[in-house]
Every structure is written in structure tokens, then in C-alpha cells.
């Protein structure tokens, strides 16, 4: 069980730096996900961690130990690959004891130990297939077995989840979540999807262009952004310029967004005083016009909307041309408004202001 | 990185032995081609290879046999490649023994046995004397082209028939749907699409042409051509004056890496891709068109394979000197070879394994390194590694034999010299063969070893090299076969003692002694049969994949 320490890590290519100082103190047993767009360095971290990839600068720590010299094999990793990278011309069960015998375990507690992990990730009775006679899921589940059956101090995974159809992908998380819990095993999880870093992490650290923008337990950085891009890339976000109204740098702000006067919190302080406002779907308000649009209301009409039973989603234009994202849930969702409405969108309090610059 | 430094020092040494037995080589009949009599800087090589009529004579013979050599595979190579593509033809599944035909039957076989057919005391020679119809004279320029025809379409058969087979069929009908005939479609669609294949292994059969040396030397006594006038330049020089063999393989060399470098620049240019389709129906001829497309792909077919069964034929056949007496049979021939020239047979087998052996562990080695551990180092390999294919065995010999003859590693006459020829003029394709499966191992295989706690190398013998096991197959196989058949290199350079088969039957063959030639000839093919027949039916080695 172990505590993992990123020190100040720096990877250049041809000076390009692509991991520009990033430093973390993983605790002991989290499950934390590096989520981002392609190209961002998140890969590459995992490579740095893994030992694949030399930092430029910096130091990893497994624990005490400084691991940044010390070779992959000899740093008791376990890595769980995008293509699975199960050893074709083994059988399940020489996959799984592949690093067993490497260790030169005694063969009764090879055959005990590959049987109680198989049998851990719902595959027992499998382990004399190949490889190619497995399914994707099935692939991936042998893959975890080999990687957590010799107990590794630190489980990677690159993308483990992205060769894998919608279905079954949302099953594996469950499977992936359940042993990491079991095992209590330090895990670092790559991926670019939010819903599943959402859904599986104890820690999520959004990376943007070699740096962390923003980290932190998944209800924290869906609810709290603090950043534009953390607030696009994490769930979706309707992002309208917004007019601060006097100084800014309390927690409690006041806007104007599309004529109207908004109240939120200001996550950070804009240098050139140029502000967002991050309204979430669900956090807009809507119904048929009636009237004026009061204080923090918009006029505006149903452009397209898509109905799915326990919540709506409506794309509306609003009067100042933006196009805006609301959902509507429950017995709202029941009622639908009907394409080309005049509707009132509504911000409520939730609502937050972050600066435009990062964006 | 120190953990990197394994893979840096094979690199090094893959490239030190290259730059030693390539590089070096070439490198010394270069600047002894421009070394005159007296030891200083001369052009005197060249320029009596300009003036003196036979040397420019011989080039330009050279360059019209390989014209019109490859012009005529062409022609057999797409109609037989065409014809099996698109017809149903009877016995077509003997099409497939083509390729293996060319490796099994050695060119040197196969210029013998045409000669025992068409020759001075030819079969049918003898036949159209007895009718009293004149027959026109095998050697020259007519029995150079037919053999040489007859041994190298199939390079040119093999890439039209990939070309056609890959050709999407709805393109086709994409034509016709546009109002033109099939006929006309074919030959404006089609046509064009597999140029780039054939025009690339054609200019690969001009290089084998122009470069050959067994059937060159067996049936062109009367038609100087480079190939042989390098070797006699070297044989009757030998100790005396190297200018002239220089200049000779430097002109050789020239020729085969301008030539080369036109195929690649016409490759690098022309990236045709075809969305592999659905492979056009076969029709089912009738009538007159069936015969005809059948029996002239029958025809190709059994004078391909014809050679193996007349010097079959021929070693048990009873001769007194050059006179075979067709219908006599006798085991003499074998007798013989067993009481006085076992040895013969030793040298081959020995010479053939141990090249095959080193050939096959160095090309696994660079095709990894080339291909999964990329350095600094790895563009300079690249390059080394197609040198090989600009010399033709002959040259490569010479270079050779001048190269090591003196100065700190003298190599000349021993046996390691015969193994080093053998290994380097495979050495191209057998990285080609070995790498083929290697483009297909993800690296995440050895990162999912190494990350179970198995350092690098021996993550190369648990993962790498099982997966690598095909191909290796395939390059070994290959290596033993061209090995075992190889002439025009080690015909140079042997000494007494290291006589190989294909020397053996060579000398047997100049001295018109065509029996015993004959039973040298079926144990060579045997030798060579034997592992591809293991290789292909035991072990499911696909030899011709790549």
C-alpha cells in the first residue's frame, strides 16, 4: 500500500515541454483519474510514473522511495493497457501468471493465486482460452487480473476502457472500481471521458497542456470549476460573456449577462477583468413566455428540443443570438414545451463566474 | 540512459559489422577502380573499359539482355497472372507451386537442363538432326533470354497476381456501369492500377538479369556480357593487376544501384493504396478460349517445372563423357559422388547452415532494432542494409576477396569467407522476412511484460521472439535455400577443398559432363526441398507473404 509523490515533474520533447512542472501527493489507496483531451500530457505522465518515460526534471516517489532512476521492472507496477496487450500465444492462465513466474513464485501458489483472481474478475473456468478466443471485456478483465495479481504497489491504467462498446464499458467500470476497492491498490487512471472519471474516481485532476488545471474529488470539480475549461470539459456548461458589476473580488458577484443581472460566485479573479458565467443545463430555469423577463431572465424560443423521459433537453436561442443548453427534469420534463416557443430561461443561484482568459 | 544502453551497443555492433564486411569491401574496389598499374591516382580503368571495344560491348549487352528479358516476363508474368486472376482454367491450384519452383530448381540447374534439352548434344537437338531440320543454336542471345525468361517471370507473375487479386471488383463495374465494354474496361481500369506493381519488380528482374552469373557463363560463350567478363577479369588476374576487375564491379554496381534507385524513387512516388474490395469471380471459359487460356498457362507451367524432371532424368542416365545415352539407365552417377565427392556434400551443408545460422540470428537481431528500438543510429543501418542488393554475387565476391586478402583480418581462402558471401547476399531479406510480424506486435506487449517485473531483455525472449517465430521461420528457410544454391559469390572466392555443390556441378557442366552434373544437380534439390517442404507443410510457414 502506497503513498504516491510527484515532485515537480518535467518531460520535454525537442523542447517541447509537454508536462510543465506538475507535483501531487497521491494518498495511499485513491483512485485518481487524469483526465483531459488528447495531447494534453496525461499519457505521458502515466509513462513518467510507470518508468517508460525518463522526466526531465523531477522526482517520483513510491512511499519513501525515490523511484525516478529506478528501472520499470523493478519498481512493482501493475499496468492495464488500452489494447489489452495480453501476450497472444499464452493462455489466460499463463497471461495472469506471467508476472508470477517472473517473481518465481512456488507453482502451487501460481496456480492458487491466478485461480482466486480470475475467478476475483468473473472468469473462472476460462483459463485455458487464448486470448483471441475472448471478447474485448472479457480481454480487459484478464488484463486487470495480471496486472493486480502480484499485488503491485501502484496500478496504472492507460484508456483501459476506450476499445470497449458503450454497454459494456460502464459494466467494467463497476468491475475496474470493485477490485481497486478490494485491493486497496493506489491507482492512476487515464482516460478523456468524464463520465467516467465521474463516476469511478476518488480524485480527479483535469489536465490542460502539461499541467493540472484543476484537482479534486468529483462532486467538487463538477460543482465548483474554476476554470472555463475545467467547466466545459467536466459535465456540459453554457458559457455566456458576462459584464462584472463593481469589484469583484468578494465571493458573491454580480453580472450582467445578456441585459439581465445575474448573482453566482466568482471562482478566480480575472486580470483584465473579462468574466464568464458558467450556467450548467440544469441550473437554467425555463418556461412560456408571460410578460417581461424579470430580474435574472432572459427572453428567448425553443430552437430544437430532445425529450427522454425523465428529463428534457431544449436548445434555445437567446434574444442576443447565443444559443444556450437546458434541461429540465421530473414533472417539468413530463410537459414539454413544443419547438419555436417564446420562453423565459432563468439563472439561478448556482450559477458561476470564472475569467475568460483561460478559456 | 543506462537502461537504454544494450539496445545503443547491439546497434553499434550491427553497424560495425555492416560498415566491416559491406561498406568496407565496396568501399575498396571504388578507390581501386581509379588506382592505376603504378599504385597512383588513374582513371586508366576506365578509360579502357571506354576504349577498348569488348568492355563497352559486354555493357551494352548486359543492359539489352536485361531489357528485353524483363520485357518478355512482363508479358508471360500479367497474361499468366491475369489468366489465373480471372478464369476458372483446369489444374490451376499447380499455379502455386510457381514460386516454389524458382527456389527449388537453381537457375545454374535450370540453364543445364535446358542445355541437355536444346544443347550441343540437347535431346531435341539431336532429335531435329535426325529429322534433318536444322535447329537454331542454343547459345547466345536465344537460349539466354529463353532460360532467364523462364527463371525470373515468376517475380513479375507473383506481383500482378497480388496487384489483380487486391483490385476492387466494383471499380470494374463501376467502368462498365459507365457504358464500356468488359474488354476495354479491363484494360483502361485495371491496367493502370497494377503498372506500379509490375513496373517495380520489373525493374527488379532487369537488376537479377544484369547481374546474373550462372546462366550468363553457361550460355553465353559467344555473347560477352558483364557479369562473366567481371569474373574472368578476376580469375585470370587473380594476384596481378586489380584495376580492371575493379572498374568492371564498380560499372556493375553503378548499373545495379541506378537502377535500384529508380525502382525505389518509382515506389516512394507512386503510394497506390486500393481499399482492398471484393476480389473479382473467376469466369468460366468455354470452348476454343478455354483451351487456349488453359494450355498456355499449362504450357508456362510445365516448362517451369520441366528442368527438375530432365536433370532427374539425366542422373540416371548412363554417359560415356558428354554423350548421354538417353534410355540407359544406371546409378553410376550417385556411385561416384558417393565414393570420391561426399565432401562436396559436407562443404555445401556446412557452409549453408552456418550462414544460415549467423544470417538468421543478425537479421532478428536488426529487424527488433530497427523496427521497436529506433536510434540515432538506425537511418545509417537502413542504408547499409539495401547495399547488399546493389551488388551482384559476383562482385560482391571480388569485393570481398580484395577486401580481406591482406592488412589485420586476412580472410581470403579460409572458410569464414565462404559463410560471410552466403550470409550477406541473403542478408535484405531475411530482415524483410524477420521484421514482417513485427510491424504487428504492439509495444504494449513488452511494456505489459516489463511492467510485470521482466527486465527488458528477457522480455525479448519471452514475448518478442515466439511472435517473431514466423517470420524467422521463413527468413531461415529462405537463407537455406538461396545459400545452399548460391554460385556467383562463393565461385570467386573458394579455395580446393571448398568446393559447394552448385560449384561442383558448374565445373562438371563447363566440362560438357551433363550425367554427373545431373546427379549433383537432383541432390542439391533435394537439399533444398527438404527443409522448405518440413518449413511449410509441419511447421505452416508461409514463405511468401511478405
Redesign the interface.
Given at each position: 500500500m502506497t503513498e504516491l509523490v510527484l515532485g515537480d515533474i518535467r518531460k520535454s520533447y525537442h523542447h517541447v515541454e509537454v508536462l510543465k512542472g506538475i507535483s501531487r501527493r497521491i494518498p495511499d489507496g485513491t483512485f485518481f483519474t487524469l483526465l483531459g483531451p488528447s495531447g494534453c500530457g496525461k499519457t505521458t505522465l502515466l509513462r513518467v510514473v510507470a518508468g517508460f518515460v525518463a522526466p526531465t526534471a523531477g522526482r517520483v516517489h513510491f512511499g519513501a522511495e525515490d523511484v525516478t532512476h529506478v528501472a520499470p521492472h523493478r519498481r512493482e507496477i501493475g499496468m492495464v493497457f488500452q489494447d489489452y496487450a495480453l501476450f497472444p500465444d499464452k493462455s489466460v492462465f499463463e497471461n495472469v501468471a506471467y508476472g508470477l513466474r517472473a517473481r518465481r513464485r512456488p507453482n502451487d501458489e501460481i496456480k492458487r493465486k491466478v485461480g482466486e483472481y480470475l475467478e476475483r474478475v468473473g472468469l473462472g473456468g476460462l483459463s485455458n482460452r487464448l486470448p483471441t478466443e475472448m471478447s474485448g471485456g472479457q480481454r480487459q478483465r484478464v488484463a486487470l487480473a495480471r496486472a493486480l495479481v502480484i499485488g503491485p504497489r501502484v496500478l496504472l491504467m492507460d484508456e483501459p476502457l476506450s476499445n470497449l462498446d458503450a454497454a459494456l464499458r460502464v459494466q467494467m467500470r463497476d468491475v475496474i472500481r470493485s477490485l481497486q476497492l478490494e485491493t486497496k491498490t493506489t491507482t492512476i487512471f487515464v482516460t478523456h471521458d468524464q463520465e467516467e472519471a465521474l463516476a469511478m474516481s476518488d480524485q480527479i485532476a483535469v489536465m490542460k497542456d502539461g499541467r493540472i488545471d484543476q484537482c479534486g474529488a468529483p462532486d467538487e470539480v463538477y460543482r465548483n470549476p474554476r476554470t472555463a475549461y475545467v467547466s466545459r470539459f467536466v459535465g456540459s456548461a453554457n458559457l455566456l460573456e458576462a459584464r462584472p458589476m463593481g469589484n469583484q473580488t468578494e465571493e458573491v458577484g454580480r453580472f450582467e449577462v445578456n441585459g439581465t443581472i445575474v448573482t453566482g460566485r466568482t471562482m478566480s479573479e480575472a486580470a483584465d477583468g473579462r468574466y464568464l458565467v458558467v450556467a450548467r443545463p440544469e441550473n437554467l430555469g425555463i418556461r412560456k413566455a408571460s410578460g417581461a423577463p424579470g430580474e435574472g431572465e432572459v427572453a428567448g424560443r425553443v430552437r430544437s428540443l430532445q425529450f427522454q423521459g425523465y428529463r428534457t433537453s431544449y436548445r434555445v436561442v437567446l434574444c442576443g443570438g447565443e444559443e444556450v443548453n437546458v434541461e429540465t427534469f421530473g414533472e417539468l420534463a413530463a410537459t414539454p414545451l413544443g419547438r419555436g416557443d417564446e420562453v423565459i430561461i432563468s439563472f439561478n443561484d448556482k450559477c458561476l463566474f470564472v475569467p475568460e482568459a483561460s478559456s | 540512459?543506462n537502461?537504454f544502453l544494450p539496445w545503443g551497443l547491439l546497434s553499434l555492433f550491427a553497424l560495425g559489422f555492416l560498415l566491416l564486411f559491406i561498406a568496407y569491401p565496396i568501399l575498396g574496389v571504388l578507390l581501386r577502380s581509379f588506382i592505376g598499374e603504378k599504385g597512383a591516382f588513374s582513371t586508366e580503368g576506365f578509360v579502357i573499359f571506354l576504349t577498348q571495344g569488348r568492355y563497352l560491348e559486354a555493357l551494352l549487352n548486359s543492359i539489352i539482355l536485361g531489357i528485353a528479358v524483363t520485357f518478355i516476363c512482363t508479358l508471360v508474368g500479367v497474361f499468366l497472372a491475369f489468366i489465373v486472376a480471372r478464369f476458372e482454367i483446369p489444374f490451376s491450384n499447380i499455379v502455386f507451386l510457381l514460386p516454389l519452383s524458382v527456389l527449388i530448381i537453381p537457375e545454374l540447374i535450370s540453364a543445364q537442363s535446358w542445355i541437355m534439352v536444346f544443347g550441343n548434344n540437347g535431346l531435341i537437338t539431336h532429335l531435329f538432326d535426325a529429322l534433318g531440320i536444322p535447329f537454331p543454336r542454343f547459345y547466345g542471345w536465344f537460349g539466354l533470354i529463353y532460360v532467364m525468361t523462364l527463371t525470373y517471370y515468376v517475380h513479375i507473375f507473383l506481383a500482378a497476381l497480388a496487384a489483380l487479386r487486391g483490385f476492387d471488383h466494383s471499380l470494374e463495374e463501376a467502368g462498365q456501369s459507365l457504358g464500356t465494354a468488359p474488354l476495354p474496361t479491363y484494360i483502361r481500369v485495371v491496367f493502370p492500377t497494377i503498372l506500379p506493381a509490375v513496373l517495380s519488380s520489373g525493374l527488379v528482374v532487369f537488376t537479377l538479369v544484369v547481374g546474373n552469373f550462372a546462366i550468363s557463363i553457361a550460355l553465353g560463350q559467344r555473347v560477352p556480357l558483364l557479369s562473366v567478363l567481371t569474373y574472368r577479369s578476376f580469375i585470370s588476374e587473380l594476384g596481378g593487376n586489380p584495376t580492371m576487375q575493379s572498374t568492371l564491379a564498380m560499372v556493375s554496381i553503378l548499373l545495379v544501384a541506378s537502377v535500384l534507385f529508380l525502382q525505389r524513387w518509382y515506389i516512394s512516388k507512386r503510394d497506390y493504396q486500393m481499399v482492398a474490395g471484393r476480389t473479382p469471380p473467376r469466369a468460366k471459359l468455354k470452348g476454343w478460349k478455354s483451351l487456349l487460356a488453359g494450355g498456355s498457362a499449362g504450357l508456362i507451367i510445365v516448362l517451369s517445372l520441366l528442368p527438375a524432371f530432365v536433370v532427374l532424368a539425366g542422373s540416371f542416365t548412363y554417359a560415356r563423357g558428354p554423350v548421354m545415352y538417353w534410355g540407359q539407365f544406371t546409378l553410376d552417377n550417385y556411385t561416384r559422388i558417393l565414393d570420391f565427392n561426399l565432401g562436396v556434400i559436407g562443404n555445401s551443408l556446412r557452409f549453408a547452415s552456418l550462414a544460415t545460422l549467423f544470417g538468421v540470428t543478425f537479421a532478428t537481431l536488426v529487424s527488433y532494432l530497427l523496427v521497436k528500438k529506433r536510434n540515432a543510429l538506425s537511418s545509417t543501418l537502413d542504408y547499409l542494409l539495401l547495399l547488399p542488393l546493389t551488388i551482384s554475387g559476383t562482385v560482391l565476391g571480388i569485393a570481398l576477396a580484395q577486401g580481406f586478402n591482406s592488412g589485420p583480418l586476412v580472410l581470403t581462402g579460409t572458410a569464414a569467407i565462404m559463410v560471410l558471401a552466403m550470409m550477406l547476399r541473403r542478408l535484405p531479406f531475411g530482415v524483410r522476412n524477420a521484421s514482417s510480424n513485427l510491424h504487428n506486435i504492439?509495444n504494449?506487449?513488452e511494456?505489459?511484460?516489463?511492467?510485470?517485473?521482466?527486465?527488458?531483455g528477457r522480455?525479448f525472449f519471452n514475448?518478442v521472439l515466439?511472435?517473431m517465430a514466423p517470420g524467422i521461420a521463413a527468413a531461415a528457410i529462405l537463407t537455406w535455400v538461396t545459400t545452399v544454391a548460391e554460385l556467383s559469390a562463393s565461385v570467386v572466392i573458394y579455395q580446393a577443398g571448398q568446393e559447394t555443390l552448385p560449384i561442383q556441378i558448374f565445373r562438371l557442366i563447363s566440362s560438357d559432363l551433363m550425367a554427373r552434373a545431373s546427379a549433383f544437380g537432383v541432390i542439391n534439390m533435394i537439399i533444398i526441398l527438404v527443409p522448405v517442404f518440413f518449413g511449410i507443410r509441419v511447421m505452416k510457414v508461409k514463405l511468401f507473404s511478405s
Amino acid at each position: 500500500m502506497t503513498e504516491l509523490v510527484l515532485g515537480d515533474i518535467r518531460k520535454s520533447y525537442h523542447h517541447v515541454e509537454v508536462l510543465k512542472g506538475i507535483s501531487r501527493r497521491i494518498p495511499d489507496g485513491t483512485f485518481f483519474t487524469l483526465l483531459g483531451p488528447s495531447g494534453c500530457g496525461k499519457t505521458t505522465l502515466l509513462r513518467v510514473v510507470a518508468g517508460f518515460v525518463a522526466p526531465t526534471a523531477g522526482r517520483v516517489h513510491f512511499g519513501a522511495e525515490d523511484v525516478t532512476h529506478v528501472a520499470p521492472h523493478r519498481r512493482e507496477i501493475g499496468m492495464v493497457f488500452q489494447d489489452y496487450a495480453l501476450f497472444p500465444d499464452k493462455s489466460v492462465f499463463e497471461n495472469v501468471a506471467y508476472g508470477l513466474r517472473a517473481r518465481r513464485r512456488p507453482n502451487d501458489e501460481i496456480k492458487r493465486k491466478v485461480g482466486e483472481y480470475l475467478e476475483r474478475v468473473g472468469l473462472g473456468g476460462l483459463s485455458n482460452r487464448l486470448p483471441t478466443e475472448m471478447s474485448g471485456g472479457q480481454r480487459q478483465r484478464v488484463a486487470l487480473a495480471r496486472a493486480l495479481v502480484i499485488g503491485p504497489r501502484v496500478l496504472l491504467m492507460d484508456e483501459p476502457l476506450s476499445n470497449l462498446d458503450a454497454a459494456l464499458r460502464v459494466q467494467m467500470r463497476d468491475v475496474i472500481r470493485s477490485l481497486q476497492l478490494e485491493t486497496k491498490t493506489t491507482t492512476i487512471f487515464v482516460t478523456h471521458d468524464q463520465e467516467e472519471a465521474l463516476a469511478m474516481s476518488d480524485q480527479i485532476a483535469v489536465m490542460k497542456d502539461g499541467r493540472i488545471d484543476q484537482c479534486g474529488a468529483p462532486d467538487e470539480v463538477y460543482r465548483n470549476p474554476r476554470t472555463a475549461y475545467v467547466s466545459r470539459f467536466v459535465g456540459s456548461a453554457n458559457l455566456l460573456e458576462a459584464r462584472p458589476m463593481g469589484n469583484q473580488t468578494e465571493e458573491v458577484g454580480r453580472f450582467e449577462v445578456n441585459g439581465t443581472i445575474v448573482t453566482g460566485r466568482t471562482m478566480s479573479e480575472a486580470a483584465d477583468g473579462r468574466y464568464l458565467v458558467v450556467a450548467r443545463p440544469e441550473n437554467l430555469g425555463i418556461r412560456k413566455a408571460s410578460g417581461a423577463p424579470g430580474e435574472g431572465e432572459v427572453a428567448g424560443r425553443v430552437r430544437s428540443l430532445q425529450f427522454q423521459g425523465y428529463r428534457t433537453s431544449y436548445r434555445v436561442v437567446l434574444c442576443g443570438g447565443e444559443e444556450v443548453n437546458v434541461e429540465t427534469f421530473g414533472e417539468l420534463a413530463a410537459t414539454p414545451l413544443g419547438r419555436g416557443d417564446e420562453v423565459i430561461i432563468s439563472f439561478n443561484d448556482k450559477c458561476l463566474f470564472v475569467p475568460e482568459a483561460s478559456s | 540512459m543506462n537502461r537504454f544502453l544494450p539496445w545503443g551497443l547491439l546497434s553499434l555492433f550491427a553497424l560495425g559489422f555492416l560498415l566491416l564486411f559491406i561498406a568496407y569491401p565496396i568501399l575498396g574496389v571504388l578507390l581501386r577502380s581509379f588506382i592505376g598499374e603504378k599504385g597512383a591516382f588513374s582513371t586508366e580503368g576506365f578509360v579502357i573499359f571506354l576504349t577498348q571495344g569488348r568492355y563497352l560491348e559486354a555493357l551494352l549487352n548486359s543492359i539489352i539482355l536485361g531489357i528485353a528479358v524483363t520485357f518478355i516476363c512482363t508479358l508471360v508474368g500479367v497474361f499468366l497472372a491475369f489468366i489465373v486472376a480471372r478464369f476458372e482454367i483446369p489444374f490451376s491450384n499447380i499455379v502455386f507451386l510457381l514460386p516454389l519452383s524458382v527456389l527449388i530448381i537453381p537457375e545454374l540447374i535450370s540453364a543445364q537442363s535446358w542445355i541437355m534439352v536444346f544443347g550441343n548434344n540437347g535431346l531435341i537437338t539431336h532429335l531435329f538432326d535426325a529429322l534433318g531440320i536444322p535447329f537454331p543454336r542454343f547459345y547466345g542471345w536465344f537460349g539466354l533470354i529463353y532460360v532467364m525468361t523462364l527463371t525470373y517471370y515468376v517475380h513479375i507473375f507473383l506481383a500482378a497476381l497480388a496487384a489483380l487479386r487486391g483490385f476492387d471488383h466494383s471499380l470494374e463495374e463501376a467502368g462498365q456501369s459507365l457504358g464500356t465494354a468488359p474488354l476495354p474496361t479491363y484494360i483502361r481500369v485495371v491496367f493502370p492500377t497494377i503498372l506500379p506493381a509490375v513496373l517495380s519488380s520489373g525493374l527488379v528482374v532487369f537488376t537479377l538479369v544484369v547481374g546474373n552469373f550462372a546462366i550468363s557463363i553457361a550460355l553465353g560463350q559467344r555473347v560477352p556480357l558483364l557479369s562473366v567478363l567481371t569474373y574472368r577479369s578476376f580469375i585470370s588476374e587473380l594476384g596481378g593487376n586489380p584495376t580492371m576487375q575493379s572498374t568492371l564491379a564498380m560499372v556493375s554496381i553503378l548499373l545495379v544501384a541506378s537502377v535500384l534507385f529508380l525502382q525505389r524513387w518509382y515506389i516512394s512516388k507512386r503510394d497506390y493504396q486500393m481499399v482492398a474490395g471484393r476480389t473479382p469471380p473467376r469466369a468460366k471459359l468455354k470452348g476454343w478460349k478455354s483451351l487456349l487460356a488453359g494450355g498456355s498457362a499449362g504450357l508456362i507451367i510445365v516448362l517451369s517445372l520441366l528442368p527438375a524432371f530432365v536433370v532427374l532424368a539425366g542422373s540416371f542416365t548412363y554417359a560415356r563423357g558428354p554423350v548421354m545415352y538417353w534410355g540407359q539407365f544406371t546409378l553410376d552417377n550417385y556411385t561416384r559422388i558417393l565414393d570420391f565427392n561426399l565432401g562436396v556434400i559436407g562443404n555445401s551443408l556446412r557452409f549453408a547452415s552456418l550462414a544460415t545460422l549467423f544470417g538468421v540470428t543478425f537479421a532478428t537481431l536488426v529487424s527488433y532494432l530497427l523496427v521497436k528500438k529506433r536510434n540515432a543510429l538506425s537511418s545509417t543501418l537502413d542504408y547499409l542494409l539495401l547495399l547488399p542488393l546493389t551488388i551482384s554475387g559476383t562482385v560482391l565476391g571480388i569485393a570481398l576477396a580484395q577486401g580481406f586478402n591482406s592488412g589485420p583480418l586476412v580472410l581470403t581462402g579460409t572458410a569464414a569467407i565462404m559463410v560471410l558471401a552466403m550470409m550477406l547476399r541473403r542478408l535484405p531479406f531475411g530482415v524483410r522476412n524477420a521484421s514482417s510480424n513485427l510491424h504487428n506486435i504492439s509495444n504494449s506487449l513488452e511494456e505489459a511484460s516489463v511492467s510485470l517485473g521482466v527486465p527488458p531483455g528477457r522480455t525479448f525472449f519471452n514475448v518478442v521472439l515466439p511472435l517473431m517465430a514466423p517470420g524467422i521461420a521463413a527468413a531461415a528457410i529462405l537463407t537455406w535455400v538461396t545459400t545452399v544454391a548460391e554460385l556467383s559469390a562463393s565461385v570467386v572466392i573458394y579455395q580446393a577443398g571448398q568446393e559447394t555443390l552448385p560449384i561442383q556441378i558448374f565445373r562438371l557442366i563447363s566440362s560438357d559432363l551433363m550425367a554427373r552434373a545431373s546427379a549433383f544437380g537432383v541432390i542439391n534439390m533435394i537439399i533444398i526441398l527438404v527443409p522448405v517442404f518440413f518449413g511449410i507443410r509441419v511447421m505452416k510457414v508461409k514463405l511468401f507473404s511478405s
